[in-house]
């Protein structure tokens, strides 16, 4: 199999605002927005492993960003966003630190992978003081530092032990993913690997694509098999062959179920806490019953394109309005940004039949039509009418999203056993 390694590209383009907020977009090299975001982000009296660690932590969440093509894929015109409500701290015209500056000349063209994987790992990090995530703690890695660990042990400690070093990664001009010329039967190449790639990971969540073994970068039958069959599923002529449609359709799906995948582990931190509707929230509330409204949003925005991915930070800011209206509209609520009883209970009705689906056991499912991807209900703000062919929607998970009771039985429909508990 041809060994690909991800590019660090000589600029990258940084959105000024939210994803959707009108903002001005700047172009700078890849090396100045590290160097950006590390003075924005970490202190420069801090130990030399605690900055290399933190730049190598910046640096992975960038690549990935462009390795995955996540904001392109999505029709935007940038690479990456200024808020860390999504990404990282830029602050354009800001005053880098002559050390931070010295090691990010150094090591801008290294990264964090996950061991077997290709694209750089989207490292998430937090202050670790006022906020807190799945990720690297800034400052407890100041402490360990102290504590006489090196950068790696320290990212080692945060990310878990398989991760690895890639170092000089190779410098290009920043270019867009499509190759220019469709892959079809015959074609060969670097590729035809990263479709066999994509496909094979997008397979993960919808079983009835084919998996490609072994990934050879050679297009033959397994491969436009599992083209054709993608095609299908995705509403676009399925003739076998990747042009760019096809090929971006790939894109958004892959970097889309990482993000899930991500979305899925956070939300283990959600597992013991209540649902139930505790409370008025608008703009400027903040804690945990914001952090499980933003999950909820976050996870629903997986499965309709007409909600925006968010981030989960406890904080109700502008974008966290957006994204209530945008629900709200959806479901045909007065689209206020306001969250009252109604909206949230409809919201969790919502929340909890996709998050049963999205973690259902896949031993049943042996095929996916194209829309078995659970679809939000659209009047009423109520939770949907379980249609039948969900039940074919493969995803793997724990806690089901609803309360099992005693007496309650699982009405599994269509000859299906029924599980009493």
Not at 197 to 211: C, F, W
Request: with cysteine; glycine share 8%; charged share 20%.
């Amino acid at each position: 199999m041809p060994i690909i390694i991800p590019y660090v590209p000589r600029t990258i383009t940084v959105h000024l605002g939210l994803p959707d907020q009108w903002a001005e977009n700047v172009t700078v090299t890849f090396p100045d927005y590290v160097k950006n975001v590390a003075s924005s982000e970490i202190y420069p009296t801090w130990e030399p492993a605690a900055i290399r660690a933190n730049i190598l932590a910046i640096i992975s969440f960038a690549l990935n960003r462009v390795y995955t093509e996540f904001y392109p894929s999505r029709g935007y015109n940038f690479q990456i966003t200024s808020t860390t409500q999504y990404d990282q701290k830029f602050i354009r015209g800001r005053n880098i630190f002559e050390n931070i500056s010295q090691v990010v000349d150094e090591i801008f063209n290294d990264y964090i992978r996950r061991q077997g994987y290709v694209e750089p790992l989207a490292a998430k990090f937090c202050n670790g003081t006022t906020s807190k995530c799945a990720g690297l703690s800034q400052w407890g890695s100041q402490e360990l530092a102290q504590d006489g660990l090196n950068s790696m042990e320290i990212l080692r400690h945060y990310y878990g032990d398989n991760i690895e070093l890639v170092v000089d990664a190779p410098i290009q001009d920043l270019t867009n993913s499509y190759p220019g010329t469709a892959m079809r039967m015959g074609s060969v190449g670097q590729n035809v690997t990263v479709v066999q790639a994509m496909l094979n990971r997008i397979a993960q969540n919808y079983p009835a694509i084919p998996k490609i073994s072994p990934v050879t970068g050679v297009f033959e039958e397994d491969t436009r098999s599992a083209v054709t069959t993608f095609q299908r599923i995705f509403n676009l002529d399925p003739d076998g062959v990747v042009g760019k449609a096809t090929w971006y359709k790939m894109v958004y799906l892959y970097s889309g179920i990482l993000q899930l995948a991500e979305l899925v582990s956070q939300g283990q931190t959600f597992v013991t806490v209540e649902f139930q509707f505790s409370g008025p929230l608008e703009e400027g509330d903040s804690g945990p019953e914001v952090g499980i409204l933003q999950y909820m949003l976050a996870l629903l925005a997986q499965f309709d394109n007409s909600l925006s991915p968010m981030a989960v930070d406890g904080e109700f800011g502008p974008s966290t309005t957006q994204a209530v209206r945008a629900y709200q509209q959806l479901v045909g609520l007065t689209p206020n940004g306001y969250v009252d009883e109604t909206t949230w209970n409809s919201i969790y009705g919502n929340f909890a039949l996709a998050d049963y689906f999205l973690r259902r056991d896949t031993v049943r499912a042996q095929s996916l039509r194209e829309d078995a991807v659970p679809v939000m209900a659209r009047e009423g703000g109520g939770a949907p009418e379980r249609p039948d062919h969900w039940d074919d929607t493969p995803r793997m998970g724990q806690y089901p999203g609803i309360p099992l009771r005693l007496g309650q039985t699982d009405n599994g429909g269509d000859g299906q056993r029924g599980v009493k508990v």
